[in-house]
């Protein structure tokens, strides 16, 4: 009777301990359908202690460009008193804004903005600054990814610097620096910019455009890499990541290799011109990729619809034989002749382009459309009027 007492007293105790923790401890939040804004350094500071206090679920929208400056502050921590750790598993809307710093670390390792995530949300989120240190495991957006994890429409455009010397690499990545063990990372339509400069020894340096390490599953959906490294192997470095069995790139494009070349390479006159804003876009209605034209050196990630791109194709005798873009409301260069022509273009012959409904080079261009052309050609030219 005693004995039962007893196990009575400590299963009610034990239910009350229960009943007066912390919802988080008790595996939530607390604040599940909570969504706060972040505005300022201030805020993401708070939600970053909130983050590592055990809210992990707390949905977050950055309403504004927030400079963060120095201090490092990063979502998601291990910790120390029940070797347990705090990952970030909520969604965070970056709205299209920017998170800025401007990170020393000196010696200390594995630093991004979010440093731990699971069955997280990351999306419309721009990273950009600095992050310099002597240690290992740096990212311009994630250190490590776990469960089923997204990241889509995000940019990272961070400069990293790490490594020590010799065989101390910095074991860096633009995007994600780990993908755990059993993890499901997605990441989609996304564009890392920024640079790598691993400060270890030639032969031992160590980074990845995207995706460093894999320890799951990952898959690069219509990604972009024109960043800038210091890569001088393709044993160690990968241009978008680690590859192989667990890794799938669809539609990646790079402008510069990062070690080992994947996808598709392209040219700044290719990123410049619009084509690849709207390779990248492709048919869907929704607004995912996007550049003003003669100011954006490449397309990147956004939902602004001022920045989608057109496309004009130039039908000639049943084949596409030019093709133009342009900006909602502007107008393209026509194609000429010798455009249409190629190599059967006689610069000695006269050609007369006639294009279909009236296009010209002045005519606005407001959806993708075809244009058809009929080209006469003359070896010598007629005049039969004051104006010819």
């Known amino acids: 009777m005693k004995q039962q007492n007893i196990i009575q007293r400590l299963s009610l105790f034990l239910l009350a301990l229960v009943l007066t923790m912390p919802t988080w401890a008790q595996g939530g939040s607390g604040n599940e359908s909570e969504t706060i804004t972040i505005a300022s350094k201030e805020d993401w500071k708070a939600f970053c202690q909130r983050v590592n206090s055990g809210q992990t679920t707390l949905n977050a929208k950055l309403t504004k460009d927030v400079d963060l400056g120095e201090e490092i502050v990063m979502a998601g921590t291990a910790d120390p008193s029940y070797y347990n750790f705090f990952y970030y598993t909520g969604t965070f809307d970056g709205q299209g804004h920017t998170l800025k710093f401007n990170w020393n670390a000196g010696k200390d390792d594995r630093i991004a903005p979010f440093k731990y995530v699971k069955d997280a949300t990351i999306k419309n989120l721009r990273t950009q600054g600095k992050i310099t240190k002597k240690g290992y495991g740096l990212s311009g957006m994630v250190y490590i990814a776990l469960g089923t994890t997204t990241l889509t429409g995000c940019i990272s455009d961070v400069d990293i610097t790490g490594g020590d010397g010799g065989w101390n690499d910095s074991q860096a990545a633009g995007m994600v620096q780990a993908v755990g063990y059993q993890a499901s990372v997605h990441i989609t339509d996304c564009l890392v910019k920024g640079s790598i400069t691993d400060n270890a020894d030639e032969s031992e340096r160590y980074m990845a455009g995207f995706v460093f390490s894999n320890s799951g599953t990952y898959t690069l959906t219509r990604c972009l890499y024109v960043g800038k490294n210091n890569a001088t192997n393709d044993k160690y470095s990968k241009t978008f990541g680690k590859d192989g069995y667990g890794a ?16 598709k390479q392209v ?32 397309p990147l990630p956004t939902t602004d619809a001022t920045k989608r791109v057109y496309e004009v194709k130039f039908v000639y005798n049943g084949e596409v034989k030019a093709t133009r873009y342009a900006n909602s409301g502007k107008t393209v260069e026509l194609p000429t002749a010798q455009d249409l022509l190629g190599t059967g273009y006689n610069p000695h012959h006269y050609y007369a382009i006639a294009f279909a409904d009236g296009f010209n080079a002045s005519t606005t261009v407001n959806a993708d459309r075809k244009v058809d052309i009929t080209l006469a050609e003359k070896d010598c030219y007629e005049i039969a009027s004051k104006a010819d």
């Open 248 to 263: 799938t790139f669809t539609d990646c494009y790079y402008l510069n290799t990062c070690g080992k070349a994947q996808g």
């Open 267 to 298: 040219t700044a006159e290719r990123l410049k011109s619009g084509e690849m804003a709207k390779l990248l876009q492709g048919d869907r209605t929704e607004n995912v990729w996007g550049q003003t034209l003669g100011t954006d050196n490449e």
